[in-house]
């Protein structure tokens, strides 16, 4: 065994994995766990984090856990959310390298192998999987790129596109993680702006292997805002570019009827008044929106709620 393979089978891992309603893929999840870390270390923990499933879900993963002790459950006290239930399974997470993977197996288990491996050749702090392709709708497929596109130039980092929760980082990364306690939470997002040493591997996304998208458009879209209001102004500072840009039109409408008058060709009727008032309260109710977006979420950080609560933990 090289003297690489040896520095690696000394670190245990721990693979976090959020699990909401997902009982059509539990063993073949399981199935595929099994035939990709134990080539990296049979010194590993699975942390399947329950985030308050109502069909078997639970009773599966009792199961696995009964089994094999390998396989853990921190199950939720209700269903917290996405990003709630991967910060429940990082507060609990022992590992000295830690993963982070969707239970819809669209990130593939056997990816986890070359992402340690990168961590450990280039020793890196962070190693996050980035897609080449997504099978997904078309709908989709055309939001998503959007959306990172747009994060992309909001972090000014050139590699923060099409890129998800899938990573693998060392202990040290997952303190900082938790440091973050934001209720408005969107992960990649605040692993970019950790700093660390960071590295990718680029793979193909499946598709979901079974059952519905538990990600719907609605909570993309949240999602989306979440990511977008956390860690940008960029929507005030969008509307008041607007704002300035309908005042420049405002004054050149006011020099431009002026010299109408003068002229004698001002131009008559109410369709040009009624166009622009129109506009201009659209901007406002949009602008009064992008402030509330703002304000609900100070709200909510003043509220101080915890980010969820751990109901039990079977190990």
Do not use: C
């Given at each position: 065994?090289?003297?690489?393979?040896?520095?690696?089978?000394?670190?245990?891992?721990?693979?976090?994995?959020?699990?909401?309603?997902?009982?059509?893929?539990?063993?073949?999840?399981?199935?595929?766990?099994?035939?990709?870390?134990?080539?990296?270390?049979?010194?590993?923990?699975?942390?399947?984090?329950?985030?308050?499933?109502?069909?078997?879900?639970?009773?599966?993963?009792?199961?696995?856990?009964?089994?094999?002790?390998?396989?853990?459950?921190?199950?939720?006290?209700?269903?917290?959310?996405?990003?709630?239930?991967?910060?429940?399974?990082?507060?609990?997470?022992?590992?000295?390298?830690?993963?982070?993977?969707?239970?819809?197996?669209?990130?593939?288990?056997?990816?986890?192998?070359?992402?340690?491996?990168?961590?450990?050749?280039?020793?890196?702090?962070i190693v996050y999987a980035k897609r080449l392709d997504k099978k997904e709708t078309f709908i989709r497929k055309f939001l998503m790129n959007r959306f990172h596109a747009i994060f992309r130039n909001i972090l000014k980092t050139p590699?923060?596109?099409?890129?998800?929760?899938?990573?693998?980082?060392?202990?040290?990364?997952?303190?900082?993680?938790?440091?973050?306690?934001?209720?408005?939470?969107?992960?990649?997002?605040?692993?970019?702006?950790?700093?660390?040493?960071?590295?990718?591997?680029?793979?193909?996304?499946?598709?979901?292997?079974?059952?519905?998208?538990?990600?719907?458009?609605?909570?993309?879209?949240?999602?989306?805002?979440?990511?977008?209001?956390?860690?940008?102004?960029?929507?005030?500072?969008?509307?008041?570019?607007?704002?300035?840009?309908?005042?420049?039109?405002?004054?050149?409408?006011?020099?431009?009827?002026?010299?109408?008058?003068?002229?004698?060709?001002?131009?008559?009727?109410?369709?040009?008044?009624?166009?622009?008032?129109?506009?201009?309260?659209?901007?406002?109710?949009?602008?009064?929106?992008?402030?509330?977006?703002?304000?609900?979420?100070?709200?909510?950080?003043?509220?101080?709620?915890?980010?969820?609560?751990?109901?039990?933990?079977?190990?």
């Amino acid at each position: 065994m090289s003297s690489q393979s040896l520095i690696a089978n000394q670190h245990m891992i721990s693979v976090v994995i959020p699990i909401f309603n997902e009982e059509l893929l539990i063993s073949e999840l399981h199935k595929r766990i099994l035939g990709s870390i134990p080539a990296i270390t049979e010194d590993f923990e699975i942390l399947f984090v329950d985030d308050g499933s109502s069909d078997n879900s639970l009773l599966m993963l009792f199961e696995l856990n009964r089994k094999d002790k390998r396989f853990k459950i921190i199950q939720l006290s209700k269903n917290f959310g996405h990003q709630q239930a991967y910060s429940a399974g990082l507060s609990v997470a022992k590992g000295e390298h830690i993963v982070m993977m969707d239970g819809d197996l669209q990130d593939p288990p056997e990816l986890i192998i070359e992402m340690h491996a990168k961590l450990i050749s280039e020793q890196s702090d962070i190693v996050y999987a980035k897609r080449l392709d997504k099978k997904e709708t078309f709908i989709r497929k055309f939001l998503m790129n959007r959306f990172h596109a747009i994060f992309r130039n909001i972090l000014k980092t050139p590699n923060a596109d099409n890129v998800g929760n899938f990573a693998i980082f060392t202990k040290e990364v997952k303190q900082a993680f938790m440091l973050y306690s934001e209720k408005s939470r969107y992960l990649p997002g605040i692993r970019f702006n950790l700093g660390y040493k960071q590295d990718f591997v680029l793979y193909s996304r499946d598709a979901r292997y079974a059952g519905d998208a538990k990600m719907t458009l609605s909570k993309l879209f949240t999602l989306a805002l979440d990511a977008i209001f956390s860690f940008s102004n960029l929507p005030l500072r969008f509307f008041l570019i607007l704002g300035i840009g309908g005042i420049a039109i405002s004054i050149l409408g006011f020099i431009y009827i002026l010299i109408g008058k003068i002229l004698g060709i001002a131009p008559y009727g109410w369709s040009s008044t009624l166009f622009f008032m129109f506009l201009f309260n659209s901007i406002q109710i949009t602008f009064l929106g992008i402030i509330g977006e703002y304000v609900y979420r100070i709200y909510k950080e003043v509220q101080n709620r915890p980010l969820f609560i751990i109901k039990k933990v079977i190990e």
